[in-house]
């Protein structure tokens, strides 16, 4: 039997050989006390990729879009998102559990939350509500179908916040697929924002670790939110070495996970019963409805012929295509799911 083929998430992608030697001979210290040269350089570059003065390592996404919003805000503040925002929607509540925020979660079709209905969103200054704290925007934007927003159109509702006063964070776990599928340099992606949020562990293929870019200020502060929530981490070099590596060798060819799901998509809107949106297909994801068949049926019947997907919902799925899927599993996948459609 063949090892299945894990089209989950990019997160089950192993590390390199280059970064499993890397993680061994890398320099370390106590990050803590700032003394471990890997982690400091891991910070330095990915500061600059994402076009701001400081970064800060963190252990995970969520952990760096916990720090983001405590860093940004005061208790009792609202937070305008996505409703269906990663931030607001899979991480445990932490915006009202750790934050203390309350969430004004909007409509954000395709991704986009329009210019106009942010400032409709907007509180005035009235005793009777809470006063809006932050702005969080995605991109790409995942449960939209991993879409890349263009920079203009973040621009201009990242335009919004600013002439009200309001921090923005991007959430960008995969903001070097959002990049790859623009075609542009990640900094225009991240310009209109004062803070990014970016994951090494996904598409980037290292085992752990994110990064919360912005101001030095802002990241001296995201320092001791971190240590709050104990991702104060010491040798975490070992790490950081696999991140370097990561962003050196991993990002160009993101545009591969990108054409295997375009290829993806295409062969299974062929599939009766499925329903696929081939242009929603941006970057390295492919939701898929199953109509009025339960998606768990489709989970199941694939897993036994060695696919393993998520169900994201009652009618929904999503394949996620990374490094260790290349086109000839593309092809053994949709043969899979010609069996059970056919
Ligand atoms: C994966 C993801 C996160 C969280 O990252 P973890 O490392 O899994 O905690 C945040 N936002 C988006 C859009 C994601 O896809």
Redesign the pocket.
């Known amino acids: 039997m063949q090892r299945p083929i894990d089209l989950r998430s990019d997160?089950v992608t192993l590390p390199t050989e280059q970064m499993l030697r890397a993680m061994a001979t890398a320099e370390l210290g106590d990050d803590v006390y700032g003394e471990d040269p890997t982690v400091r350089r891991l910070e330095e570059v990915a500061a600059q990729r994402a076009g701001k003065e400081a970064a800060l390592f963190v252990p995970?996404?969520?952990?760096g879009?916990a720090v983001a919003v405590l860093t940004h805000t005061r208790r009792g503040q609202e937070i305008i998102v996505g409703v269906d925002a990663?931030?607001y929607d899979?991480?445990a509540g932490g915006l009202a559990v750790l934050a203390g925020l309350l969430a004004r979660p909007l409509e954000c079709p395709c991704g986009r939350l329009e210019p106009a209905v942010v400032e409709a969103a907007l509180r005035p200054d009235d005793v009777h509500f809470a006063r809006t704290g932050l702005l969080c925007l995605?991109n790409p934007h995942?449960a939209a179908g991993g879409v890349a927003v263009p920079a203009t159109e973040i621009r201009a509702t990242a335009e919004v916040a600013r002439r009200n006063g309001l921090p923005v964070h991007l959430?960008a776990?995969?903001l070097f697929n959002a990049a790859v599928a623009l075609g542009v340099d990640p900094v225009e992606l991240t310009a209109p924002a004062d803070s990014v949020?970016f994951?090494l562990?996904?598409g980037l293929c290292a085992p752990v670790g994110?990064l919360l870019a912005g101001t030095a200020e802002f990241i001296a502060e995201a320092r001791r939110n971190r240590k709050m929530l104990g991702g104060g981490m010491r040798q975490a070099g070992v790490l950081a070495a696999a991140g370097l590596v990561a962003l050196e060798t991993m990002v160009d060819r993101l545009a591969e996970d990108h054409a295997n799901a375009q290829a993806l998509a295409q062969g299974l809107a062929e599939l009766p019963g499925l329903e696929v949106d081939a242009e929603s297909v941006q970057t390295n994801m492919v939701y898929v409805g199953t109509g009025l068949a339960p998606a768990a049926g489709l989970v199941e019947a694939l897993k036994a012929r060695g696919v393993l997907i998520n169900a994201v919902g009652a009618g929904r799925v999503r394949f996620v295509t990374h490094k260790d899927v290349d086109r000839e599993a593309v092809a053994r996948v949709l043969t899979a799911a010609s069996e059970i459609q056919g």
């Open positions: 997160t995970t996404g969520t952990m879009n990663h931030i899979a991480e995605e995942n959430d776990a995969r949020m994951c562990s996904k994110s």
